[in-house]
């Protein structure tokens, strides 16, 4: 990847300037974390003065006590709030995976709903026409895996800003699982989707504002006019538990930060016959299938993997991949975060389930592909290639990623 011209034009105006207003730095002495949302109703909305405004959000927008945003800003008098957009799951988050709420009218606020899920380009430009909004507002919880459908919500909101002439506001929130390193393959363009629409690796390590950036100058085809109200307070080494925030579920099987923690690596078990613990109190925690015993979690446990041991474990899902069937496996216990890294932890477990468990199979339509982004991982994993070696063959394509990710970094 290289830097387009856009962004060297941006760098240098930034250099010459200094930060404009929605990249303003944090005053001095501020050292209590402030969301986006935070920071945006301590200046009285300014930014979007005059402005009938929507906002793309879902449960986990929510003041530190627990309002939403929404409620909070339909009250407002200084904002005129308009319509609502929602994600998969749905703006209150009633849907399950794969599933969102469709147009109606919000009970608590009476402002119309519309459903972006699964809808880009044009069909997407024309709902923000037919909403009358002049300004598209973000504000969701990401968790930091390429492959949560959020981030390509946002982008494909930015896109359909774009072709419908809107402006579009992104209220940043910290990444849960710290914004110090990316880590993973990189996804190739044809194997794009909405689990990944462009080429950025499987944990970024970036915030939804410096996302925004980056859409906007590496992948749109056009720039949206878009503005960022960022954090203050944040640091990239930071965890979701040292934020101060209240968590709130993103989407029905990420309980936890903890789950987070995890799921850029163990999603991908969602492309094998495993379950990848659905339907139990610990999804992307408890992996297994019938027929596995205590071998997995051992061969686990010789690699030695850095900061994560496994424990030989038995569960029963209530839904989802071997509902109501007891099924053998490993729960993960990660002991040392800062030296946990999620994506290698889930290619060493697939390839130790391959090799301890003669029924392991991938999903009939290589939906790892689409999770890692290439054919790569699953066909080295046939081949009987161990975890460095396929940890390895990625390397070249991540530090070049790296290197267009560090231009659009907003925090230390």
């Known amino acids: ?26 005053a001095a002495g501020d050292r209590r974390l402030r969301t986006g949302f935070e920071r945006l109703a301590g200046d009285g909305y300014a930014i979007l003065a005059g402005q009938r405004v929507g906002v793309v959000t879902n449960p986990t927008g929510v003041t530190r006590d ?26 209150r988050g009633t849907a399950q995976a794969g599933g969102s709420e469709g147009r109606y009218d919000d009970p608590a606020t009476g402002l119309p709903v519309y459903d972006t899920y699964l809808k880009s380009g044009r069909p997407l430009a024309d709902i923000f026409a037919a909403s009358g909004v002049d300004t598209v507002v973000f504000d969701i919880q990401d968790v930091g895996a390429r492959f949560y459908t959020y981030i390509w919500t946002l982008y494909d909101c930015m896109e359909a800003a774009q072709l419908a002439g809107k402006r579009f506001v992104v209220l940043d929130r ?3 699982v710290t914004g110090r390193a990316a880590l993973g393959p990189v996804l190739h363009k044809e194997f794009a989707t909405f689990v990944g629409r ?51 579920p993103p989407s029905p099987n990420m309980p936890t930060p903890d789950t987070a923690l995890v799921y850029a690596g163990t999603c991908l078990f969602e492309g094998t016959n495993l379950s990848e613990g659905r339907g139990t109190t610990r999804p992307f925690e408890l992996l297994g299938a019938e027929g596995i015993d205590g071998r ?25 991949k071997f509902q109501g069937k007891t099924v053998g496996g490993v729960q993960i216990h990660v002991h040392d975060r800062a030296a946990f890294d999620p994506v290698r932890t889930g290619i060493a477990l697939l390839v130790t389930a391959r090799r301890v468990w003669g029924g392991f199979a991938w999903r009939s339509d290589h939906w790892i592909d689409k999770l890692t982004g ?39």
């Open 198 to 248: 462009q080429p950025i690796s499987q944990a970024h390590g970036m915030t939804v504002a410096e996302l925004a950036r980056l859409f906007n100058e590496e992948f749109l085809t056009a720039p949206v006019p878009l503005e960022t109200v960022r954090m203050s307070g944040w640091k990239r080494s930071g965890f979701y538990d040292a934020s101060g925030l209240p968590w709130v």
């Open 1 to 26: 990847m290289k830097l387009s011209r856009r962004t060297l034009l941006a760098t240098t105006a930034a250099a010459a300037a200094g930060a404009g207003p929605a990249q303003a730095a944090p």
């Open 174 to 176: 910290p990444n849960p």
């Open 296 to 320: 997995w979690a051992g061969a686990a446990n010789e690699l030695r993997l850095p900061g994560v041991r496994f424990r030989e474990a038995y569960f029963a899902p209530a839904f989802s």
């Open 374 to 412: 290439s054919a790569r991982v699953r066909t080295m994993i046939d081949a009987g290639a161990d975890t460095d070696a396929v940890v390895g063959a990625w390397q070249e394509e991540l530090a070049a990623f790296r290197r267009v990710r560090r231009q659009y970094l907003l925090y230390r």
């Open 66 to 91: 627990v309002r939403h945003i929404v409620d909070v800003m339909h009250a407002d008098d200084r904002v005129r709030l308009t319509a609502v957009f929602g994600p998969e799951h749905g703006f």
